[in-house]
């Protein structure tokens, strides 16, 4: 067996963050997680149950080692007790699950947070990699670096025209949907060493730790959500994750996600206390123009000038979307944008649409609301509708 997992650093950085503000504020929750595939795959996913159980096998046998343990405590929002706890940490083979229905692959976990959160990340790129592993390499990394090639050159070409008042930020996103490892190494090398003008780090801490690349994340769903099963009031689980994030971070890592039960119940709790702490905001559903211009009449409600602030936009994009959007909003405010698969699986075979989400905490159903059609997660119906009736977003 070979295995895909190289080290436990990597994963995305975000992981990281909301394991320790949740390790500091919420040690003891209980939670679940399940692995889901949007789309219809070439080929069954069940086939790869036996090989995902050895991966997974080979993950729980890993600890972090000592220089990678150096390299987190450099980052200085990472908290010295944080990275102790790391240092004895393991995933535990008895928290997760694989099964199979019919041609469907079915991955679980259940357990303390602390311990299964992890999982998420490593499971994804572990099934896409086997996944892709079963397709011709050779000629689909040829593939990627003629496409690679014009993405470069179409960036060149771009710098060429006229500059916006801010500048054009790209970052890489697609650690967990990545063709291979050997193919995300060198995408990510060729536009650290060919565009260093506009590309400005990656969500792979591994990779930001062996290439000297900025390592870029702040929060995810599940983050938020658990703050649904955490004791406040539901109309207030915003902006209780909220204040813990400020609390953790005091100024650091000041990107918000907004998209958890939709923009428009985000901004009714992103009051001008929020909006002066937090640095901006992440798009990850929704029509981004949209999403932007309520951003951008938000900030003006406040009087607070949007060019002190930033839009971060992460949802399915591509080049030439990050490209519209910046020549649409960088006049008036920071932008950055987070490619993912369009960056590290772009190699001309269809691609997997797979997650893995939260769907239970401390005995509670947890969701998330998307703007899109399609991204909303729940096992239960019920509390879905509740969480809809209370935050008016629409079925």
Known sequence: MKPVVRSLLETDLYKFTMWQALLHSHPNTQTEYEFRCRNTPQYPLAELKDEVEQQLDHLCSMSFRAEELDYLRSLRYIKSDFVDFLAVFRFQRKFITVKTDGEALLIHTAGPQVHVMGFEIFVLYIVNELYFRRFDQQAAIEEGRRRLDAKIQQLKEFSKQPALKHPFELS????????????????????????????????????????????????????????????????????????????????????????????????????????????????????????????????????????????????????????????????????????????????????????????????????????????????????????????????
């Open 172 to 395: 890489d996103f697609g650690l967990r949907r990545r063709f291979s490892a050997r193919w995300h190494d060198e995408v990510t090398q060729r536009l650290a060493q060919e565009l260093p003008q506009y590309f400005k780090g990656t969500s792979n801490v591994y990779q930001a730790w062996k290439f000297g690349i900025f390592p870029i994340g702040t929060m995810a769903h599940e983050y938020m959500q658990s703050f649904q099963a955490f004791g406040v009031r539901l109309r207030d689980f915003q902006k209780a994750a909220l204040e813990d994030w400020v609390q953790e971070y005091r100024g650091d890592l000041g990107i918000a996600l907004t998209d958890v039960v939709g923009m428009d119940a985000f901004l009714a709790d992103f009051d001008l206390y929020f909006a002066k702490l937090f640095d901006g905001l992440r798009h990850d559903s929704g029509d981004p123009v949209e999403w932007g211009e309520k951003a951008l009449t938000h900030y003006a409600a406040l009087r607070i000038d949007a060019n002190t602030k930033r839009l971060v936009f992460s949802d399915a994009l591509n080049l030439d979307k990050a490209i519209a959007l910046y020549r649409h909003f960088a006049d008036r405010i920071m932008t950055g944008f987070g490619i993912g698969t369009n960056l590290t699986n772009d190699v001309g075979l269809p691609t997997l649409n797979i997650v893995m989400k939260i769907v239970c905490c401390n005995g509670q159903s947890v969701a998330k609301l998307s703007d899109s059609p399609g991204k909303t997660m729940s096992q239960d119906e019920t509390f879905l509708a509740y969480l809809r009736q209370v935050f008016h977003h629409p079925a």
